[in-house]
């Protein structure tokens, strides 16, 4: 064989095969690395001395730069330090939690949310991704579908939980996101996640088994009449999702 030459001596699909694999692994780790720049470390029951990370451990702070030339840093190094307003059910580490106060409004177990800014998600244009759809030209309903503005809201209790007043749309894609109901009893505007509404057009009747009439009338405002932030989003959404546990007594109760 001539010299240089090496297949004769090395598998050459063999080692491709071996460097694919090193290279694999090495995304594996970066991805799972750069996995826990939010989140990390976890909190732990046994003490607060006790870094909770796994393997591998949390990347070093990287700054991003955004599209209207701010910056952030992540990892932030900032926990949660919100009060949770729950105590274990048992005496031993993992138990579950019950609330203390009103879980909907305390943000606990599945209505809890993230504090994320208080901005709104934006379009590529920068404007507020959702909003009203009288901000939006040319947004109507198809024909085919009810248009559930005017219906009234019956809510799990079967009362009359407000009436339907305006649609939220996404900018972006042709979805209606919220529901802006106008509360049966002092007039509030607040808002229902699409996702949650059950639309009757025969009987002209939004309905919802998420929640009770007398919840939907405290779900969490927002701050402008025009958009909607991140952080509000969150918390109505959570809000409303907490209420499939929180909304009656019997719901925390085991299925059998």
């Not at 048992?90 to 208080?118: C, I, N, S």
Request: net charge neutral; with cysteine; charged share 25%.
């Amino acid at each position: 064989m001539e010299v240089g030459a090496i297949t004769g001596y090395i598998d050459i699909a063999q080692v491709t095969l071996y460097a694919f694999w090193i290279f694999f692994a090495g995304l594996i780790f970066y991805l799972h690395r750069e996995n826990k720049r939010e989140g990390y470390p976890l909190e732990s029951e046994r003490s607060a001395y006790v870094t909770v990370q796994g393997f591998p451990p949390i990347p070093e702070p990287k700054t991003y730069r955004r599209r209207d030339g701010r910056t952030v840093r992540a990892p932030t190094g900032k926990g949660d330090d919100r009060p949770v307003a729950a105590v274990p059910a048992f005496g031993h580490l993992g138990a579950p939690l019950v609330p203390t106060g009103d879980p909907l409004a305390d943000g606990v177990g599945p209505a809890a949310y993230a504090e994320r800014e208080e901005e709104p998600e934006r379009t590529w244009e920068g404007e507020p991704l959702i909003a009203p759809a009288r901000l939006v030209p040319g947004t109507t309903v198809a024909k085919q579908d009810a248009d559930p503005r005017g219906m009234r809201v019956i809510a799990a209790d079967k009362a009359v939980a407000g009436t339907v007043v305006e649609l939220w749309v996404d900018r972006s894609e042709p979805q209606i996101r919220y529901l802006e109901l106008e509360t049966a009893g002092d007039g509030r505007r607040v808002l229902m996640p699409i996702n949650f509404a059950r639309i009757d057009p025969r009987r002209r009747e939004v309905r919802t088994r998420a929640l009770t009439a007398a919840q939907i009338a405290r779900v969490p405002g927002i701050a402008s009449d025009s958009q909607i932030t991140k952080r509000e989003e969150d918390r109505i959404c959570a809000y409303w999702a907490g209420g499939f546990l929180y909304a009656t007594p019997d719901r925390q109760e085991p299925l059998l």
